[in-house]
């Protein structure tokens, strides 16, 4: 298969190295495209192999001669979300399929417009859900469908992200829903991905709330911050800052970002703190399922910890999963968990709680990166997948759509129905 991927930020790099480490006799990266040409240019070097005619590069203006002249079989997208459509829908037209980075798009028009094209087409875009893909996850999936708990009737879902990965959401470009759909979009369709694949079902209604609880100047001014600059790099009180992201101090970093601002502006290191910011740091959710289930879903971007924490409630007992990520930030140093900070324990009715044994994997996101990448690039020498892992344009619609329902209903103040939101924009996933 021929390769070209649009979009050379630090996402690229997962697809880039499994198939110039991995399957490079299997597959070849044609081509790259971004409009920063230092991100670029490093990409197109680290994806060289030797025997080859090298990687192409080519300017995000000229994606559409990219692939008339490299004839790539498949594009992957890894730009930032706001984009992700129109590329998509380009690469169909062109007679390429995709694959894409979560999250699929942001909002109903490019929702619309992906799902048309897919239509009239025929190909086909595989959403990189690699959370699907750990060991630990599939266990509540094969569980789940078993029947174990019985009739699945209600669950809490809590996500927490830790005060380095979450502040990081809120000093680069997903700081504006405009470009990423804000972390109801951005970070839970990943959540909520899971919870249609764990329930084999979609949502039909959603009621939530959110509000900027943390990130905000008000907060700045209690951590002692005045006289904050508008980023880390030139900030004067940058030195007592515990949000400080030095990408001088960080190789890949400044090779990145740092060294590549020249090309474009972008600042990869913005204030945490600034009033601009337009997403917001404390979500909540109440889900209603077609199967008649329902969830109540938390995210916060602020947690002194980094995991999530799941219970399944059923009607011959429940279900509960907790995996710790990240222990803690002390001194600036996130204390990652080992493999052992994975439980999950089965009650059922009549019967003491039972702590079963987690399966365990190697590899990125507890295990699931290899797993995903290699179902996606060497699918003939992997087992059946008994467990519907690959996600389209479908499953990639319904992940998305409870985030969209969400920033609806916190506008709004009220419940957002999703067919009936659907029906009134002509959109129709199947």
């Known amino acids: 298969m021929k390769l070209a991927i649009v979009g050379c930020g630090s996402r690229h790099s ?21 409009n920063n040409a230092h991100r670029m240019n490093i990409a197109a070097q680290a994806a060289f192999r030797e025997g080859t005619n090298g990687v192409a590069t080519y300017h995000a203006d000229a994606f559409d001669a990219m692939i008339a002249e490299q004839k790539p079989d498949t594009v992957v997208v890894t730009t930032p979300d706001f984009l992700h459509a129109d590329y998509i829908v380009r690469a169909f037209e062109s007679g390429c399929d995709v694959i894409c980075e979560k999250p699929m798009t942001i909002d109903l028009s490019s929702l619309k417009q992906i799902t048309e094209a897919q239509k009239r087409t025929g190909r086909q875009v595989r959403v990189t859900f690699n959370y699907r893909y750990s060991p630990a996850r599939t266990q509540l999936k094969q569980l789940l469908a078993s029947g174990t708990i019985g009739e699945i009737t209600a669950v809490d879902f809590r996500w927490h992200l830790d005060r380095v990965h979450g502040a990081d959401y809120f000093r680069r470009w997903h700081r504006q829903k405009e470009n990423s759909g804000g972390l109801l979009v ?36 209690d951590l002692g911050l005045e006289g904050r600059g508008p980023r880390c790099a030139t900030c004067a009180v940058a030195d007592k800052c515990d949000f400080e992201l030095d990408m001088d101090a960080d190789a890949p970093l400044r090779a990145l970002y740092r060294e590549a601002e020249h090309e474009d502006g972008y600042y990869r290191d913005l204030c945490v703190f600034d009033e601009e910011i337009g997403i917001e740091d404390t979500m909540q959710a109440h889900i209603r399922f077609a199967s ?22 059923g009607t011959k007992g429940d279900l509960t999963h907790r995996h710790v990520e990240v222990h803690g930030v ?67 619609g319904w992940s998305i759509l409870t985030g969209i329902a969400a920033n609806m209903s916190i506008e709004t103040g009220g419940t957002v129905d999703i067919q009936q939101m659907l029906r009134a924009r002509n959109i129709t996933l199947a």
Not at 23 to 33: F, L, N, Q, T
């Open 330 to 396: 002390f001194g600036g140093e996130r204390a990652h968990a080992g493999k052992d900070a994975v439980t999950t324990e089965l009650h059922l009715a009549g019967h003491k709680p039972e702590m079963l044994d987690v399966p365990k994997g190697e590899g990125h996101h507890g295990g699931a990166d290899p797993v995903m990448l290699g179902y996606i690039f060497d699918p003939d020498n992997m087992e059946p997948d008994l467990y519907d892992r690959a996600s389209d344009h479908v499953a990639g």
């Open 186 to 221: 951005h970070k839970a369709t990943h959540h909520f991905d899971l919870l249609n694949w764990w329930l084999g079902s979609v949502p039909t209604h959603v009621t939530a709330s959110g509000r900027r609880a943390f990130y905000r100047p008000e907060t700045a001014v």
């Open 292 to 313: 008649g289930a329902t969830a109540n879903y938390t995210l916060t971007a602020y947690s002194p910890w980094e995991g999530l924490e799941i219970k399944f409630q």
């Open 14 to 34: 997962m697809f880039s190295e499994s198939v110039s480490e991995d399957y490079p006799d299997r597959h070849e990266i044609v081509a790259m495209c971004d």
